[in-house]
């Protein structure tokens, strides 16, 4: 009898996680089954997906509320197929808010539970290790001050790297990037990432074109890019540019292409989040900035353990890049930090020499590692 090993994935990151685990896990097992709740990636990959992974990517607390009665009863009826159905193992790819419920049920009636991606419990919401360690058998972790947590709290733990770092070349590539987006050579270039959600350029689209204003007042000849994700968020930001007067900056937005833009960027102005990672892996300097409504400023305040919100800060355990949040996001703040890297090649050498050790800590093999930590959970294994 084949392995059967069940999955749930809830985004595009996710999925595409999941997709490469999927490859790696068939290496040593060609005969397995998967099934559960994933995307195009995993379906690409033979996956069986009872639900689409579209179903549970929704975010921000108003949009749950609207979803919660369809995302519980899939909860609700994907669990009890499972009991039922008794795969060799369950693996729960990152969405924590939905796995951990379902883990939680299957490890209770025998069944192995794997999370994939560590919640943020080292950033925030620090009491969930409790709940993480009745919901699951092993954490597959993808950063290496993560393991020491699970150990502290006796939970089953590997430590597989991240699979950006994998991906992305260690060396910089600038110019082939630039040549990608004909761009020339000796042009000073700045990348704008604002977010890839709507609500984050609700409060950030302005600001970056602000800061945009002033480092074009220094540096005339500069060109701005931007990479922006949907048709809305372009929209957006073009209102944006309307509303600040700059429809005559020297900016060039893109669909999507964010990897490309940054690494085409001598320095990148970036909202916290996964493309502060990117930045780091193809070593762009960078300032990271974030502002959201004044009522989540103040919860999210309140519940930080951590002085840094920048992923290469937090994995440097210092503050190697500037990080500008809420009030202190200021354009003339973020400019003066930009302009000060641009000119600095000093300072740019020694912020993309930590970027390289980021680089080196994080390239683990993921995928490969993942799989091996997976195996022996599995009977045939």
């Known amino acids: 009898m084949s392995v059967r090993i069940a999955m749930v994935a809830g985004e595009a990151s996710g999925d595409l996680l999941a997709a490469h ?7 040593k097992l060609p005969d397995a089954g998967f099934c559960g709740i994933g995307g195009p990636k995993m379906q690409a990959v033979g996956f069986d ?3 689409p992974a579209e179903k549970l990517a929704v975010r921000g607390y108003a949009e749950v509320l609207r979803h919660y009665r369809e995302i519980t009863g899939i909860r609700r009826r994907l669990v009890a197929r499972l009991i ?17 419920e379902v883990e939680e049920k299957l490890k209770a009636h025998g069944i192995p539970a794997i999370h994939y991606v560590s919640p943020s419990v080292w950033a925030w919401r620090g009491g969930r290790i409790q709940k993480i360690g009745r919901s699951v058998s092993h954490m597959l972790a ?10 502290r709290n006796r939970i089953p733990v590997s430590y597989v790297g991240h699979p950006l770092a994998d991906v992305l070349p260690q060396e910089a590539g600038r110019a082939a990037a630039r040549q990608r987006l004909e761009l020339a050579e000796a042009e000073e270039i ?4 604002p977010g890839s959600r709507q609500s984050e350029l609700q409060y950030m689209g302005e ?9 074009h007042q220094r540096f005339p000849a500069a060109l701005f ?30 669909f999507g292409h964010a990897q490309d833009a940054l690494a085409a960027a001598d320095c990148a102005l970036v909202a916290s989040g996964t493309a502060t990672l990117e930045a780091a892996l193809l070593k762009t300097p960078l300032v990271v900035a974030y502002r959201m409504s004044p009522w989540s400023w103040r919860l999210m305040r309140r519940m930080r353990y951590q002085p840094w919100v920048g992923l290469p800060n937090i994995l440097a355990g210092r503050f190697v890049v500037p990080e500008f949040l809420q009030d202190e996001a200021t354009p003339e703040n973020l400019a003066q930090a930009l302009g000060n890297i641009l000119v600095d090649t ?4 020694r912020i993309r020499n930590q970027f390289a050790e980021i680089h080196a800590q994080l390239r683990q093999g993921t995928a490969e590692k993942a799989a091996a930590a997976i195996l022996p959970y599995l009977k045939t294994a």
């Not at 685990?21 to 290496?27: H, P, S």
């Not at 993808?142 to 150990?151: A, G, K, L, T, V």
Request: charged content about 25%; cysteine-free.
């Open 84 to 100: 039922d159905e008794k795969p060799d193992v369950f693996i729960g790819v990152d969405a924590p808010d939905f796995n951990l």
């Open 142 to 151: 993808m950063f290496p001050f993560e393991p020491e947590i699970y150990e």
């Open 21 to 27: 685990l999927i490859a790696a896990l068939r290496q």
């Open 49 to 51: 997906a009872w639900w």
């Open 190 to 193: 700045f990348g704008l990432l």
């Open 207 to 215: 600001l970056f074109i602000a800061t945009a204003k002033l480092l």
């Open 346 to 349: 000093q300072v740019q050498e």
């Open 225 to 254: 890019l931007v990479p922006l994700v949907s048709r809305e968020t372009r929209l957006q930001f073009e209102e944006a540019l309307w509303a600040q007067g700059a429809q005559d900056l020297p900016l060039k937005m893109l």
